[in-house]
Nanobody, 133 residues
């Protein structure tokens, strides 16, 4: 049984930092690209970042570029989202998801699918991030 579990959310003041973690079990982790999505109340789910199976390719939404860093440790079946310079607009439930992607897929094809939720087979329950002004 595949499980994806996020942690690390919380309440932080604007300008502060948080590091989210996501651990997946029940799958061959390094066969999967991992994505981070978020959903604020009354808004659609949006892609935040994704990372390739080996960690060599990352993609970020324009709204978080330069502030968020996505990394993974395949030995620990874990991905991390380091979030710096947080803003109230970053307040949302953050979800981690796993996407089966061939290691032979060209980078551009990988990037095209990063923020498409329907491409991800497994999802966590989410962790809440709240940024106060």
């Amino acid at each position: 049984q595949v499980q994806v579990v996020e942690s690390g959310g919380g309440l932080v003041q604007a300008g502060g930092s948080l590091r989210l973690s996501c651990t997946a079990s029940g799958l061959t982790f390094d066969n999967y690209a991992m994505g981070w999505f978020r959903q604020a109340p009354g808004k659609e789910r949006e892609g935040v970042s994704c990372i390739s199976w080996g960690g060599g390719t990352t993609e970020y939404a324009d709204s978080v570029k330069g502030r968020f860093t996505n990394a993974r440790d395949n030995a620990k079946n874990t991905v991390y989202l380091q979030m710096n310079s947080l803003k109230p607009d970053d307040t949302a439930m953050y979800y981690c998801a796993a996407r089966l992607v061939s290691q032979l897929v060209p980078v551009e094809i990988f990037r095209q699918g990063c923020f498409r939720p329907d491409g991800y087979a497994y999802w966590g329950q989410g962790t809440q991030v709240t940024v106060s002004s």
